[in-house]
T-cell receptor, first 115, second 111 residues
Framework: DVKVTQSSRYLVKRTGEKVFLECVQD?????MFWYRQDPGLGLRLIYF???????EKGDIPEGYSVSREKKERFSLILESASTNQTSMYLC??????????????FGEGSWLTVV | QKEVEQDPGPLSVPEGAIVSLNCTYS??????FMWYRQYSRKGPELLMY??SSGNKEDGRFTAQVDKSSKYISLFIRDSQPSDSATYLC???????????WGAGTKLIIKP
């Protein structure tokens, strides 16, 4: 089974703090993603990476950055946390296969509260 | 207009009923179609995926794609309380990294 592991399930941070969310996948997938999920807004893509050291902005990259130094690890960084970044953050990974398209596999989610 | 439309529900049905969940889309370039199930406070898990048109069955679940109508469906037979969750549809173009997501439908199966 594909395993995507997010290091922290629940975090509480103060406004202005730098926050790191870590994600590791064990299936040698090329692609990795960070989403946030909010009630009524669905899943929104923050950043994705299709290779080591490569990154692409998603729909809502403002206030976030990412790092992918190793294939299996993709980190999301909130440079200066703000209350409007309180959300559930989901990491995912995928490979692009001829029959599976871009089916992605999610971690359990990280619930971040910024106070 | 969103590229993928999905009724957020909630949809409440009695145990044992057949459930039909649907998404419509506007971009005819979509070729891969997926259904994910998400339990409360958990990450989405892949239920089924299909390529292009047709049906795909897996146990009590059937995924159906009608590209001419730009409409996809997920049917759940003999629904169980454990099927209560939010169901998200997603789709992508060929050789594209990104999925386009529906908003998710909250399903409640009443015992």
């Amino acid at each position: 089974d594909v395993k995507v592991t997010q290091s922290s399930r629940y975090l509480v941070k103060r406004t202005g703090e730098k926050v790191f969310l870590e994600c590791v996948q064990d299936m040698d997938h090329e692609n990795m993603f960070w989403y946030r999920q909010d009630p009524g807004l669905g899943l929104r893509l923050i950043y994705f990476s299709y290779d080591v050291k490569m990154k692409e902005k998603g729909d809502i990259p403002e206030g976030y950055s990412v790092s992918r130094e190793k294939k299996e690890r993709f980190s999301l960084i909130l440079e200066s946390a703000s209350t409007n970044q309180t959300s559930m953050y989901l990491c995912a990974s995928s490979f692009v296969g001829a029959s599976s398209g871009n089916t992605i596999y999610f971690g359990e989610g990280s619930w971040l509260t910024v106070v | 207009q969103k590229e993928v439309e999905q009724d957020p529900g909630p949809l409440s049905v009695p145990e044992g009923a057949i459930v039909s969940l649907n998404c419509t889309y506007s971009n005819s370039a979509f070729q891969y179609f997926m259904w994910y199930r998400q339990y409360s406070r958990k990450g989405p898990e892949l239920l089924m995926y299909t390529y292009s048109s047709g049906n795909k069955e897996d146990g009590r679940f059937t995924a159906q794609v009608d590209k001419s109508s730009k409409y996809i469906s997920l049917f759940i037979r003999d629904s169980q309380p454990s099927d209560s969750a939010t169901y998200l549809c997603a789709m992508s173009k060929i050789s594209n990294y990104q999925l386009i997501w529906g908003a998710g439908t909250k399903l409640i199966i009443k015992p």
